[in-house]
């Protein structure tokens, strides 16, 4: 079931503090401790639901009758729920990509929304294949 924006808590003021809780910034060789120190943070904010989809945009505009029986007498008004869910999304994505390196900060290019970042960043960094390959060079520069 999604949440609605207005139902939350939070304010895009409540991320003020997060670079207090966010210290590592993402390389291309520690997407395993990325997630592990964004996604609690998030979570605890009551906000995970915008990076993983349960808060789905509402629409932009509210359909309000005029009285007329007509459908072209409807008119739209803009939805407060939609200007907050801007807001809120776009503070966790200033959050999300001031925790990016520069080698990997191509990765939220282009990106509108923080489920449009993390997806991006999951699909280049996170597959079986690639995390295989950084825990073992965790591993093999452990050796040293």
């Known amino acids: 079931m999604a949440t609605t924006v207005s139902s939350l808590n939070t304010t895009p003021n409540s991320l003020n503090s997060a670079h207090h809780f966010v210290s590592i910034r993402l390389t291309n060789r520690n ?3 990325w ?3 964004i996604i609690p943070f998030l979570r605890g904010q009551g906000l995970l639901g915008f990076v993983d989809g349960e808060h789905t945009y509402p629409s932009p505009v509210l359909e309000q009758p005029t009285g007329d029986t007509s459908d072209e007498a409807d008119s739209a008004a803009v939805n407060p729920a939609y200007i907050a869910w801007v ?3 776009a503070s966790i994505l200033s959050l999300i990509i001031s925790s990016l390196s520069e080698e990997v900060m191509y990765l939220a290019v282009g990106k509108t929304t923080a489920r449009d970042v993390r997806t991006a960043i999951e699909a280049t960094l996170g597959s079986s294949m690639r995390v295989r390959c950084l825990n073992l060079l965790g591993k ?3 050796l040293r």
């Open 31 to 33: 997407y395993l401790f």
């Open 35 to 37: 997630p592990t120190q």
């Open 87 to 89: 807001q809120q999304d």
């Open 140 to 142: 093999f520069q452990a």
